[in-house]
């Protein structure tokens, strides 16, 4: 493992994964992190598991990206005391906390197994899968002080809070520490503060690349035409699908046996009535 990106989610991360593989780096990313190696994150987040299980998960890839990877800087830095970090950041906490949202809201229309809707819950208890995903996704929210489902935490903050509960100052705060616990850790000759508007330049530079002859990736404008490409892939892994198919399956069997209780009950209701 040689490059960590230990950016916040909505820093640009997509874009630099991107722009990593056209350099011909192999790149784990969000998606590859949750397909891959859900049970270890969870174990390394939740169940105490040495850090040394990161140079197992991560053997094969050159490049790591992207939430839950991020929140393990240290973690990273642990085992791979050598590596270069790159630490994608947004013109300012504002424009990163908007586009935050932003991508809620989308995750919202288009991620029906992340969602807020009133059927989530029914999803925790039928599928193992969503509730071990859940378990991450809380982490990400709350990682970035987001604090979904938790309105009075939110509220007792200064400033307005949104739909999502969330507090913007809270989570620009947790920006902007984030951005300063990882200077503050990585020495300045391994460490790229980088804004991916700043194209190829820095980014080929700082790795000792040459620049390549086509434009720098830009993954978030996405967006704009209502589409990121990332979450869709993520909706049709196999990871998701099996889970899904999890939830159909025991809310068959459920079904059946609500209905065989209520058919065996019939007799007696009508003795009784």
């Known amino acids: 493992m040689k490059i960590l990106g230990a950016g916040l989610a909505k820093t640009g991360t997509s874009s630099l994964g991107a722009a990593l593989k056209l350099l011909g780096y192999s790149v784990h990313d969000h998606s590859t992190h949750l397909v891959q190696n859900l049970e270890n994150y969870l174990a390394l987040i939740y169940e ?17 990206i992207d939430t839950p990877a991020c929140f393990l800087f240290r973690d990273f830095f642990k085992e791979f005391p050598d590596m270069k ?4 950041v947004r013109d300012n906490p504002e424009k990163w906390f908007k586009s935050v949202i932003t991508h809620r809201v989308y995750n919202q229309k288009t991620e029906w197994w992340n969602s807020d809707r009133f059927y989530r819950p029914l999803l925790l208890k039928l599928s193992t899968t969503f509730y071990k995903l859940h ?28 739909p999502f509960g969330v507090s ?51 993954e978030n404008e996405s967006l704009k035409n209502g589409v990121v490409p ?13 889970a899904r198919n999890e939830v159909l399956a025991k809310s068959f069997i459920c079904l059946i046996a609500v209905t ?14």
């Open 168 to 218: 913007p100052r809270i989570a620009k705060n947790h920006y902007e520490n984030h951005n300063a616990a990882v200077k503050a850790l990585v020495p300045a000759e391994n460490l790229l503060v980088f804004n991916v508007k700043e194209g190829w330049g820095p980014l080929c530079q700082f790795l000792g690349q040459p620049v390549p002859d086509c434009p720098f990736p830009r």
């Open 135 to 162: 378990k991450i996704y809380e982490l990400v929210y709350r990682g970035t002080c987001l604090l979904l489902g938790d309105n009075k935490l939110a509220s007792s903050a200064a400033g307005s809070v949104n």
């Open 260 to 273: 065989g209780g209520a058919l065996a009950a019939l007799p007696y209701i009508k003795r009784v009535l």
């Open 85 to 88: 970090v790159i630490l994608t």
């Open 48 to 64: 105490g598991a040495d850090s040394s299980l990161l140079k197992e998960m991560h053997q094969d890839a050159d490049a790591i």
């Open 230 to 242: 990332h979450v869709d892939q993520m909706n049709k892994t196999d990871l998701i699908i099996s």
